[in-house]
């Protein structure tokens, strides 16, 4: 059987590693200029060699993004840019630009794949792409199974079809959206989106004088949503993602945090892996996937007109919440970890882990601080403290509890 990749983002350093640790295949990130998540910590040409160099390391992928909708201005200094990943060994690069594209074929030898922001959603528009010199497609979000197996039977076993899987969802058409543009200045399309369609929304209606009532939609208590989707989750179907002859299963959130990277990442992975030796999970994967940040699931458009229920969904939340990362593995019943939120002495943890130590769970009952102080609590930001634990940690594996626990 063709192995799936599981595909990653890294928003910084430390997500890149996280991703890896929990087992992705291959990562994605953007540099200082010419991607789409401008918010997102990205990496700089030193970080960019240092990233390829540790991911290489564990035999894992690095493509960089190169996908806004570039204007004449854009192109400034993007040969240069281009060589230098080609020089330092990128795997791929990211575009959705036609004149990008050219500039990879006619100055590199990157591999270059065409990012969902190009809106490919036909068999047409696929081969066109496949003949600039295309070797992976990142398929529009908006097809169905259906349609993903016609484009990867016209394109041929030689081109990988990339889609996403899990994450958020565009209210726009594969991303492309100038809400942001019109109503704050920031282009979504260069990598400043605003993400207006997760803003609050009320009716306004106005009278003879020009004056403005305004009607809130009934939705929850936190607002009226209309505009806000539901977030992607097909960890359920990995076998109908294999049979449609998807190559690489992508995983949103450059912009989400480490805690985040590492529960999906660590989710996909152990459901991949299921899939290949026809077993059953020993826990739920939806409710392992709600201990990080959500919103409710949604198949979107996998399924065509068998899910009608994309859209609506409010704020994000999540069941757990992030405590401390592992600096050192387990050594004589402690470890040493790092702090990420608040926890004290009686608190119940539970551990998130690429090992069988996964979804453990024990009770804080020592703490010392590196000086080996007995402490009650630990709230000092990334404060390192050892604690008591049963069971076998990796440096990276991180730690969580209940939010109704702590």
């Known amino acids: 059987m063709r192995k799936l990749e599981l595909l990653s983002p890294a928003g910084d350093f430390e997500k890149m590693v996280t991703a890896i640790h929990f087992g992705s295949n291959a990562v994605y990130f953007g540099g200082k200029r010419f991607g789409l998540r401008a918010f997102s910590s990205n990496f700089d040409e030193n970080e960019i060699i240092k990233a390829v160099k540790y991911a290489h390391e564990y035999n894992v992928k690095v493509y960089v993004t190169v996908n806004i909708l570039a ?48 809106n490919v959603t036909n068999i047409y528009s696929a081969k066109m792409w496949v003949q600039l010199g295309a070797k992976r497609l990142v398929l529009a979000r908006e097809l169905s199974f259906k349609e993903i197996k016609e484009i990867k ?29 019109y109503l704050t200045g920031r282009d979504s399309n260069k990598g400043e989106c605003a993400q207006i369609c ?72 152990r459901a991949i892996d299921n899939f290949y030796i026809n077993e059953k999970p020993n826990f739920n994967y939806i409710e392992e996937l709600k201990k990080t940040s959500n919103r409710d699931f949604t198949t979107g458009f996998y399924f065509k007109d068998e899910h009608k229920e994309n859209l609506v969904s409010s704020r994000q939340i999540e069941t757990y919440k992030y405590i401390a990362v592992v600096l050192k593995s387990t050594r004589d019943g402690y470890v040493l970890v790092e702090h990420r939120n ?11 882990s690429s090992n069988d130590s996964f979804n453990k769970q024990f009770i804080v009952e020592e703490i010392f601080d590196l000086n080996n102080n007995p402490l009650e609590e ?21 730690l969580r509890i209940k939010k109704d626990e702590n």
């Open 71 to 118: 204007h004449n201005e854009d192109f400034n200094g993007m040969v240069e840019y281009l060589k230098f990943l080609d020089e330092n060994h990128v795997d791929g690069v990211i575009v959705s630009d036609f004149g990008i594209a050219s500039l990879v074929k006619k100055y590199t030898s990157l591999e270059l794949h065409v990012s969902t922001q190009a």
């Open 153 to 181: 039977e016209a394109v041929g076993e030689d081109i990988d079809i990339e889609c996403f899987a899990h994450g958020a969802m565009c209210i726009s058409y594969s991303g492309r959206c100038l809400l942001s543009n």
């Open 198 to 269: 997760r803003w609050n929304f009320a009716l306004g209606i106005k009278n003879d004088n020009d004056e403005t009532t305004y009607f809130p939609f009934e939705e929850d208590n936190h607002g009226s949503y209309v505009l806000n989707s539901k977030d992607l989750c097909m960890i359920d179907y990995i076998k109908d993602i294999y049979e449609a002859g998807i190559a690489s299963l992508k995983i949103e959130g450059r912009m989400k945090s480490n805690y985040y990277v590492a529960t999906v990442t660590n989710a996909y992975r």
């Open 342 to 352: 608040k926890f004290k002495k009686g608190d119940k943890l539970e551990i998130l």
């Open 378 to 398: 630990v709230k000092k930001i990334k404060e390192k403290v050892y604690i008591n634990c049963p069971f076998y940690l990796e440096k990276h594996d991180i």
